[in-house]
């Protein structure tokens, strides 16, 4: 049992506190298996060869997140590391790790903000258009996790897979994870398993403060994504940085502008 000392408003309590509750820990389990058993299968479809391949996994995170929620999110991290060893282990997969994370976070944490108690299954125009809204949230972020990381790492150029992850995950998101989440999403309520039902001890900020992590999250990731395009593109020459710096592979300037957007996107993402 949690003591009340532990519980409040913080978002990333639920992150910790879930792995006190042995229910989340077997769902945490079962997201990261899910999401392997799919991941591993089509390491041999590549989208662009050495860097990424076909993922219709990543429907696995979206559908999770809206059912375990922060077990889903360590569970997607798991489960792409787990991925990874039959791939191919390079530094960036580090960065691999925390943009699964996110991509597993941000859809239930941003449904709790947009969703105003409506189900993520509803066939409501304004319910489709809040999940793609979380859904596109989510992809952002993991990809500018990603690309900003090997960026970085000078293993590849932000705009190689900062686009690509995108494609590739709301692809999934769009196409196979709401069959998904119609046929599961009703019985997981029903028997309440949903990660609600399972942690009532964690409370929510007041919605006031969770609109505003919604825009600095939004604001962050944007910026990120615009910034790392246009400076890894070499599409953009920042004149208050001197000249030796504007060479590929961009890392510093990436560095210098992007660090900033992806700070203020987690700043927002734990407001939430």
């Known amino acids: 049992m949690i003591a009340e000392s532990e519980t409040g408003f913080e978002s990333t309590s639920e992150l910790r506190l879930m792995w006190r509750n042995t229910r989340m ?153 709401p069959f998904i989440l119609a046929a599961v999403y009703p019985r997981v309520k029903k028997g309440r398993m949903l990660y609600e039902d399972m942690m009532p001890e964690v409370k929510r900020r007041p919605m006031a403060i969770r609109i505003v992590g919604f825009s600095m999250l939004i604001a962050g990731e944007t910026g990120a994504w615009l910034f790392g395009n246009l400076l890894s593109a070499g599409l953009w020459m920042p004149t208050f940085l001197p000249a030796a710096m504007m060479v590929a592979p961009y890392d510093k300037p990436i560095a210098i502008i992007v660090s900033p957007f992806i700070l203020l996107a987690f700043a927002g993402l734990f407001l939430m």
Request: a neutral charge.
């Open 25 to 177: 820990v077997v769902l945490c389990a079962i997201s990261a298996a899910l999401y392997a058993a799919v991941l591993v299968p089509f390491k041999v479809v590549p989208l662009i060869p050495g860097v990424t391949e076909l993922r219709p996994a990543n429907a696995i995170p979206i559908v999770c997140s809206f059912l375990f929620g922060p077990a889903a999110a360590w569970g997607s991290a798991i489960g792409n590391m787990i991925g990874d060893f039959f791939g191919g282990v390079s530094p960036g997969d580090i960065f691999g790790f925390f943009a699964n994370l996110v991509y597993g976070w941000i859809p239930y944490k941003v449904w709790q903000v947009i969703g105003r108690g409506e189900s993520p299954v509803a066939r409501t125009p304004s319910a489709i258009l809040k999940y793609v809204i979380a859904c596109l949230a989510a992809s952002v972020l993991c990809a500018d996790l990603v690309g900003w990381g090997d960026n970085l790492l000078v293993i590849r150029p932000f705009a190689m897979l900062g686009n690509v992850i995108i494609f590739n995950n709301m692809a999934s998101a769009l196409l196979l994870a």
